[in-house]
């Protein structure tokens, strides 16, 4: 399995109930597939994950794992704050058949390094599936050090890391620390859209990206180029999508990019409390973003 490449952390749609909406789930995820993505990520951040029951968590994977169909990689959220619950989650994502999980860094109870890793050596000793270890402090409350990285990236089934910490001097240190250590088969993907260019340069392999939602062939285009080595095409659409990876954060994600889903007639239906629809001010922001990229009229 290649983790190479811009894997989109999707957006769950939801129905006049406020329940998944199944139909355009698949046909979204047929939309992105279409549209040249590598891979697809259900049950993240972006995928309202901490407003789902462990039943809609569960449909959203097993939908992701049928509608795609071998045709792109399927990374499925696993993460939980206890290591008992996220052990489930991850048991069930390798059942179902997809082709990694992808699992958070506990959260809220701000675990030491020691906790972290140890939490992260169970899952691996139980399991048999890949999985990505995701590091986002500005969520979570604590931040994988480089020395827990190198520790994690010789375990056999952590097989990656989702990186959304924007310090590229600590992304530096952790591909000198691999190389020094001699591990090649760890991947770094960026977890910040807009650091995704500079983050290859450094020896990133790809993206897990919101702005692929909205634009999936240009992300793919950006990500594909830098990867070959043609940093002029790369830094030329890492340049021209930076507007929209930025407006996409105007507010708490995935406010930003649903409604901008749904302003380009895509429908996926409201949010889940507590996350509101953007403010009127920042809906006239998105909608004049959207309008430069002629994604809109």
Do not use: C, W
Not at 45 to 68: F, L, N, P, Y
Not at 178 to 190: A, M, N, P, Q, Y
């Amino acid at each position: 399995m290649s983790l190479d490449g811009t894997h989109v952390a999707m957006i769950t749609p939801f129905d006049q109930d406020n329940n998944i909406d199944e139909e355009k789930y698949r046909n979204f995820i047929d939309f992105l597939i279409d549209h040249g993505v590598d891979g697809i990520v259900a049950a993240g951040t972006t995928g309202e994950s901490a407003t789902m029951s462990h039943d809609e968590h569960q449909k959203v994977i097993d939908i992701m794992v049928d509608q795609a169909n071998g045709r792109v990689t399927t990374i499925a959220g696993a993460g939980s704050n206890a290591t008992s619950e996220a052990l489930d989650l991850v048991k069930y994502v390798e059942d179902a058949g997809a082709d990694a999980a992808l699992v958070i860094t506990p959260y809220y109870n701000k675990p030491q390094q020691s906790g972290l890793y140890d939490h992260y050596k169970l899952l691996d000793d139980a399991t048999n599936i890949p999985i990505i270890a995701y590091n986002v402090p500005s969520r979570t409350g604590v931040d994988l050090s480089v020395d827990t990285i190198i520790k994690l990236a010789q375990l056999d089934d952590i097989v990656a890391i989702k990186e959304a910490n924007p310090d590229l001097n600590k992304l530096a240190n952790v591909f000198n620390r691999l190389k020094k250590e001699e591990i090649t088969d760890f991947t770094v993907l960026s977890g910040n859209d807009s650091l995704t260019l500079p983050m290859i340069a450094q020896g990133a392999r790809g993206v897990i990206s919101v702005a692929a939602n909205v634009m999936p062939t240009e992300m793919s285009d950006m990500v594909n180029s830098a990867l070959n080595a043609d940093y002029v095409r790369s830094q030329e659409l890492s340049n021209y999508l930076f507007d929209l990876m930025d407006v996409l954060f105007i507010e708490a994600s995935p406010a930003p990019t649903k409604q901008a889903l749904n302003l380009m007639g895509m429908d996926m239906g409201g949010l889940r409390m507590p996350i509101n629809p953007i403010s009127e001010s920042n809906d006239i922001i998105l909608q004049e973003v959207l309008k430069e990229y002629n994604l809109i009229e």
